[in-house]
């Protein structure tokens, strides 16, 4: 069956580490995954988004990684802050589809 | 710009009455979604639009569900005879386009609870 699994365990890590988050997948050929980021009571928000043939992503702190032959993407926040704690997302465009399928989520705590 | 709004924020029904849910999306985006979110569960795909036709309506849980989407533009979801399992956040997103890769935008979400 098709999964998209994410870390169900909060991710801890101190103020101006580097977090690394990941997303990996089966039975799917995503055309395109991308990253979402979702406060508590909110909507998720898009962070990233890259394309099958990419292999690195980056935008300001964030890089996202995608290997289609392990079947997985990370997501890194470098120097993280308090204000990067939420839980981030990750989604797939499988090929051949307009509509996101979503990873259920990995809290990120970042402590002062 | 206005982001996507949804309408009401919360939404506490009785077993067995119908709800309706608003979303109204950002100004010229043609691709509409609906999604739901249960307490620790990701959220489940439940039906699209581009324009105002629904092309996939599979992620709909059961017949109770309904959405329709009227001048291309404002979206409501329909539950009939609301069950206690359809207790959740419900989140409307639009984006420019269905072509795939594009990104969503997201409005607050409705939280319904069916008592």
């Known amino acids: 069956s098709q999964k998209i699994e994410q870390n169900s365990e909060a991710l801890n890590i101190q103020e101006g580490k580097t977090a690394t988050l990941t997303c990996n997948y089966t039975?799917?050929?995503?055309?395109?995954l991308q990253w979402y980021r979702q406060d508590p009571g909110r909507g998720p928000v898009f962070l990233l988004l890259?394309?099958?043939?990419?292999k690195e992503k980056r935008k300001e702190r964030l890089k996202v990684t995608f290997d289609t032959t392990l079947k997985q993407s990370l997501f890194h926040i470098t120097a993280s802050q308090p204000a990067d704690s939420a839980t981030y997302l990750c989604?797939?465009?499988?090929?051949?589809?307009?509509?996101?399928?979503f990873g259920k989520g990995t809290m990120l705590l970042v402590s002062p | 710009g206005a982001g996507v709004s949804q309408s009401p924020s919360n939404k506490v029904t009785e077993k067995g009455k119908d709800v309706e849910l608003r979303c109204d999306p950002i100004?010229?985006?043609?691709?509409l979604y609906w999604y739901r979110q249960s307490l620790g569960q990701g959220l489940e795909f439940l039906i699209y639009?581009?324009?105002?036709?629904?092309?996939?309506k599979s992620g709909l849980p059961s017949d109770r569900f309904s959405a329709e989407r009227t001048g291309g533009s404002v979206s409501t979801l329909t539950i009939q005879r609301t069950q206690q399992e359809d207790s959740a956040v419900y989140l409307c997103a639009s984006s420019f386009s269905i072509v795939r890769g594009n990104e969503q935008y997201f409005g607050p979400g409705t939280r319904l609870t069916v008592t």
């Open positions: 100004s010229g985006h043609t691709a």
């Open positions: 039975n799917y050929s995503p055309a395109y």
């Open positions: 989604a797939l465009n499988p090929r051949g589809y307009s509509t996101l399928t």
């Open positions: 639009f581009q324009g105002n036709s629904a092309p996939d």
């Open positions: 890259i394309r099958e043939n990419e």
